[in-house]
């Protein structure tokens, strides 16, 4: 198989699996939603890949829904980091290291330590083995850096509002309840709000839907723990709500309604 082919192939496996997350959130669909994934696919293997694409969103009806967890879904996640293993030592978080990998390594994480709280009784060691937790978190410039003198030395890379919170965006699998760490308390620690709602709405008016989507799910979880936010979050969602898009889109909107409190998804 091409490398474009390989790609396309796990990101229609994962498009797919997204989908059977949504209808299972919406309580549509039978049981053991991720093992059934990965039984129904012509490649296990990319299927498996998929599940760690996916990562934490494929939680969202167990966290947020009336599904199950069975022991069929943590087998799948399981094998997945068996077949697709994190690196042994966690990345540095940028500018140390790689932004990419680093990234990564925080999906990853998430993704275990849901797999440790749903199948064994919120016992976080099992996750700390399957994925370490990374150091670090994105780090947002001061207003008053940004605005600084021109002999002042320039802010690091993606720390200016604009590349801080798509940054923020790529981590949105971590924007769920049950999950906490340093990217969470950025997100919490002003002017993060400011700049996740000036991301998001940037992001909407540049028709960036499944950017905005991403940041709106940090929004949303900011305003379910009380947080003060500038904007309302809920006629954003309810906007981004409207497109199409594909099912990963449709997904953060779910998971951003339910944090919300909204009624239906």
């Known amino acids: 198989m091409s490398p474009d082919r390989s790609q396309s192939a796990y990101a229609a496996s994962a498009a797919d699996l997204a989908l059977r997350a949504l209808d299972a959130l919406r309580g549509v669909g039978g049981t053991a939603m ?5 039984e129904r696919s012509d490649d296990p293997k990319e299927a498996l890949g998929a599940i760690r694409f996916v990562g934490a969103d494929g939680f969202a009806p167990y966290l947020f829904g009336d599904a199950v967890f069975h022991p069929q879904d943590a087998m799948a996640v399981a094998q997945s980091f068996a077949v697709f293993p994190p690196p042994v030592s966690t990345p540095a978080p940028p500018p140390s290291g790689g932004a990419e990998p680093w990234l990564v390594a925080w999906r990853d994480w998430a993704t275990a330590a849901l797999l440790a709280r749903f199948a064994d009784g919120r016992d976080a060691q099992v996750g700390e083995v399957l994925a370490p937790k990374p150091e670090g978190a994105p780090v947002l410039a001061e207003p008053e850096t940004s605005r600084a003198a021109p002999d002042t030395p320039a802010p690091a890379p993606d720390t200016d509002w604009q590349r801080w919170s798509v940054r923020m965006g790529q981590l949105s699998p971590l924007a ?47 305003r379910s723990e009380g947080v003060h936010l500038p904007l309302d979050p809920v006629p954003l969602v309810e906007h981004l709500g409207l497109y199409g898009g594909g099912p990963r889109l449709a997904l953060d909107v779910a998971i951003a309604r339910r944090l919300l409190g909204l009624e239906t998804v």
């Open 34 to 38: 991720i093992a059934e994934h990965v």
């Open 176 to 222: 769920v309840p049950g999950l906490d760490g340093p990217v969470h308390a950025a997100a919490r620690t002003d002017p993060a709000p400011r700049a996740l709602a000036q991301g998001a709405t940037r992001a909407v008016l540049r028709r960036d839907f499944p950017t905005a989507a991403r940041i709106v799910r940090w929004l949303a979880l900011l």
